[in-house]
């Protein structure tokens, strides 16, 4: 399992969404701008910041990337380490978890399907397993395939040659089994997950069928991914000898 | 303080300390500065701007660096260090392969971190590399009239944690506080986007003596993004060396029955005559070899670029696999790449250049100098930590990824290459057994799928679990790889909320405890070292205050004729400079100190003055200017 880190402890105030300043101890909202309105000092984002919030997003599946990076960009301007290097040794390590916290984000939320599978733990739990499996209808194609990989690989190099059509073609038809998965998920799956934001109130049974459904494309995904890339290999491999 | 310090100086006592930017190469380092919004590197006395980066330890405890000691190094084969930076935080086993290139010796007891011996002594690589890291920092200082505490240093972007921990080391040994380790392509990139509204994205190919590196950058309005980095930190223009010299010497057992194999000067030799040929060839379409044989006998041969460039072909083509494996990285085509940028002494050979403009079908750049352009991006980059250099920032990356050996020695990746720096990831572990009250973790980089085939970077021993029936306790362990791409690990037991005590073992580096004994060692000289500082400090004090009468002299002329002040003490003043200028080069701190004290006290009555005119003025210039508003 990975997580956000951040370890720097910002004293929480009773109010939920306010802290501490950790240098002069003013009120600051935890969502707030990242600096302490009196001090000026950059305070922690805190270890429960979710990436959405960190980046000051909605926790949407649509993303527009430019805007995305613009407003990583300008929170790396705000907080990264080179700028506290003479700083003191609280607010470098702010800089730094920040930062480290900030980058993570990033790279989780500008890729389609990292960002669905950190919004699928955000509603489940962060421990939530997402299975890697043969997507049903195609169960039976699979176990062909791992046989007649086994086949090949066994088969001696002259032999190779006359399997290797049989082979791509399996290849092609993974590939647009591939193709076909990643447009259903983020071609109707994803949509979907939007409009059921909380104000609008959405049934939670609604909410749970959607999250099942995605788990399950991005599970088949990550699954014809890994027999796509065993096809691959062992083509280029014969390829070479 | 003197008290001519009074009246307008101090801006410049008062900024804060200077940072430089060295360049510590495999072949030759180099250090440089901003002067104002410019970086320059600072040459030596002789105006030489390289430093060779050769250590030669001689009999009598005393040692040589640089151009010295590689001008003497086939006499002295055997006790001068070269190429250190390929030795830096790795094992003996990860240097079988080029040990026998090397003349000197190394311990067959250190298997960890190798140790050079000579004479019975051993030398740990970070102290060789502190060696030329003082002779820069002596330069600097030199240079710079200022004592020189901290630096920005530059590795090759596929340097791993131990090596880079290891020119951490090095730069502490020497006396630098390292405030940031730059990977040497980014480093060529910010020189190459100083001053110019570059954006777009960028390849940075550098080959130098002893590391080949690429790095693929985007750049957006001064931030220098990095977004994929690839390379070998075995492999540049010293392999070309090599295997010429290995086809001279060839040759040789062909014509003489012997390649003098027992003669390291010989070898040496050889391998010098095949680096300058290499570098004729550069220009010229063919290069002469002469060798004088120890048996007397005489070897010559003309060798045509085109020979030269079959030898080094291999090696050249080696470098594009990574090349392409950035270039997928980064999920670019070549042809998405705006401009490349070379970097480093090997491309200059005409066959490098070649080969990279046919992979990125574009030329490439080459404007500013190859040598050169890592150390003034690492001024830059100090620049930008000091304040100095405004709006532009780095965000690099981690070039290997960082993995976890789980169960049957296979590896969990924590965090892939390519991540931005600084980043983290949060992992949990249980126990296997009732009771157990520790756990063993294996830290590894690497890409391979198996702990043996990556990079063991640590073990840690988590220690204080609370006894509980196994897989109960909830370790979670926390990696933070910072901006420099240094890790460190803490961990805790979630349940009980104890901090487990983390005992770290570096599988290929020196302990804090080592490394503090060589800081100690290297000050055996530390007087001598003290006495450089306060030198160079009361150096600096006195050309201030030289610079500042220059300025307020005149004015005694005008304090003279209004009676304010009397002829003789304008003559004591001009006499207490005067001897200042005349001691400003004296070996010793104390009588510089001793003159600038005479300065401070036949000078206090005219420094008053000189301020109270300096007020009045101000008070006239105001006035002056509330009466032109009204
Ligand atoms: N004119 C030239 N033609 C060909 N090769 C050259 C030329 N000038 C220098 N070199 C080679 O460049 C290499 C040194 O390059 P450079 O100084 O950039 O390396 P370095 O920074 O010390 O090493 P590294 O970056 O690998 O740590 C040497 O192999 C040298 O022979
Ligand atoms: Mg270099």
């Not at chain 1, 984000?105 to 890697?132: C, F, H, K, N, Q």
């Not at chain 2, 030795?87 to 000197?104: I, K, N, Q, S, T």
């Not at chain 2, 940075?204 to 002893?210: I, K």
Request: with cysteine; glycine share 6%; net charge negative.
């Amino acid at each position: 399992m990975m997580d956000v880190v951040t370890e720097a402890k910002a004293v929480r105030v009773p109010s939920r969404r306010m802290w501490r300043c950790w240098a002069c101890a003013e009120e600051v909202a935890a969502t707030g701008e990242g600096t302490c309105p009196r001090c000026g000092k950059i305070q922690p984002l805190g270890a429960e910041t979710d990436y959405f919030t960190a980046l000051g997003l909605p926790r949407r599946m649509a993303i527009d990337r430019a805007d995305l990076e613009r407003r990583w960009h300008a929170l790396s301007r705000r907080f990264h380490p080179d700028f506290y290097r003479t700083g003191e040794p609280r607010e470098r390590i702010v800089a730094l978890e920040n930062t480290a916290l900030l980058n993570r984000a990033y790279r989780a939320l500008r890729d389609p399907i990292a960002r669905a599978e950190y919004l699928v733990r955000l509603e489940e739990g962060a421990g939530t397993e997402i299975p890697s499996q043969p997507p049903q209808e195609l169960f039976e194609e699979i176990l062909e395939i791992q046989e007649l990989l086994m086949d090949y690989r066994a088969a001696a190099p002259d032999e190779r040659d006359a399997r290797r059509p049989q082979l791509e073609a399996r290849r092609q038809e993974i590939r647009r089994e591939y193709e076909r998965v990643e447009r259903y998920l983020t071609q109707d799956l994803f949509p979907r997950w939007d409009p059921l934001s909380p104000e609008a109130a959405p049934s939670p049974t609604e909410k749970a069928v959607l999250l099942a459904e995605i788990k399950e494309a991005i599970g088949n995904r990550a699954y014809l991914r890994r027999v796509l890339n065993g096809l691959e290999e062992a083509l280029s491999a014969s390829g070479v000898d | 303080m003197p008290a001519l310090d009074l009246p307008i100086a101090g801006a410049h006592r008062h900024k804060q300390p200077r940072v430089v930017g060295i360049d510590l190469g495999t072949t030759n380092s180099l250090v440089a500065y901003m002067d104002g919004d410019t970086p320059r590197v600072i040459p030596d006395e002789d105006g030489r701007r390289l430093l060779p980066s050769v250590v030669c330890f001689h009999a009598d405890g005393s040692l040589t660096v640089g151009e010295a000691a590689k001008r003497r190094l086939t006499e002295n084969a055997a006790r001068t260090v070269y190429s250190v930076k390929r030795l830096m935080g790795r094992g003996l086993a990860d240097v079988e392969a080029e040990r026998c290139f090397l003349p000197y010796r190394l311990s067959e007891q250190h298997l960890d971190v190798v140790r050079i011996e000579i004479d019975g002594r051993l030398y740990s690589p970070p102290e060789v590399s502190a060696c030329i890291l003082k002779d820069l920092k002596r330069r600097a200082e030199a240079h710079l009239r200022e004592p020189i505490t901290q630096a920005v240093i530059t590795v090759p972007a596929y340097f791993n944690d131990s090596q880079r921990q290891a020119t951490r080391d090095a730069g502490r040994i020497a006396g630098l506080d390292v405030l940031r380790i730059v990977n040497e392509p980014t480093a060529a990139c910010l020189a190459y986007g100083l001053h110019r509204a570059r954006e777009g994205t960028v390849a940075v190919y550098d080959l130098g003596g002893g590391t080949f590196d690429i790095s693929i950058l985007k750049l957006q309005e001064g931030i220098f993004e990095v977004v994929a980095t690839n390379g070998d930190t075995h492999l540049g223009g010293d392999d070309m060396d090599r295997r010429l010299a290995g086809c001279v010497l060839n040759e040789i057992r062909a014509a003489e029955g012997t390649d003098f194999a027992d003669n390291p000067a010989f070898t040496e030799e050889v391998r010098i005559a095949a680096e300058i040929a290499k570098i004729t060839l550069t220009d010229a379409e063919e290069a002469e070899i002469h060798l004088e044989l120890p048996n007397g006998s005489l070897y010559y041969r003309t060798l045509l670029r085109e020979e030269f460039e079959e030898l080094a072909a291999p090696i050249v083509a080696q470098t594009l696999e990574p090349c392409r494996r950035a270039l997928a990285d980064a999920g670019l085509t070549p042809e998405e790449i705006n401009e490349v940028i070379l970097v480093g002494g090997a491309t200059r050979v005409p066959l490098v250049r070649r080969r990279v403009e046919e992979l990125f079908r574009k030329r490439p750049h080459s404007e500013l100098n190859p040598d050169e352009v890592v150390a003034l991006g690492a001024a830059v980059q100090a620049g930008i930590l000091s304040g100095q250099v405004q709006g532009m920032l780095l965000l690099d990356v981690n070039p290997l990824s960082l993995g976890i050996e789980t169960v049957g020695g296979a590896v969990e990746k924590i965090i892939p290459r390519n991540s931005t720096i600084p980043t983290g990831a949060r992992q949990r572990f249980t126990t296997a057994v009732d009771g157990q009250i520790s756990v063993d973790i294996h830290v590894l980089q690497g890409e391979r799928e198996l702990a043996k085939d990556n990079r063991s970077l640590a073990r840690f021993q988590l220690r204080g679990i609370p006894p509980m029936p196994a897989g109960l306790p909830i370790i979670e362990v926390t990696f933070l790889i910072d901006e420099n791409g240094l890790l460190t690990v803490t961990a805790r037991e979630v349940r009980t909320s104890t901090e487990a005590h983390i005992e770290v073992k570096p599988s290929y580096g020196l302990t804090d405890a080592e490394v503090e004994r060589m800081i100690l060692e290297s000050f055996e000289h530390a007087e001598e070292d003290v006495r450089v500082r306060q030198r160079v400090e009361a150096q600096t004090e006195a050309d201030q205050v030289l610079a500042q009468a220059e300025k307020v002299l005149p004015l005694a002329a005008e304090f003279i004729a209004q009676g304010e002040m009397m002829e003789e003490e304008r003559e004591r003043i001009v006499q207490a400079l005067e001897a200042l200028r005349n001691v400003r080069q004296a070996e010793d701190a104390a009588v510089i100190r001793a003159t600038l004290d005479e300065v401070e006290a036949v000078s206090r009555r005219f420094a008053e003055r000189v301020l109270n005119h300096a007020v009045r003025e101000a008070i006239a210039g105001k006035t002056l200017m509330e009466a032109a508003r009204e």
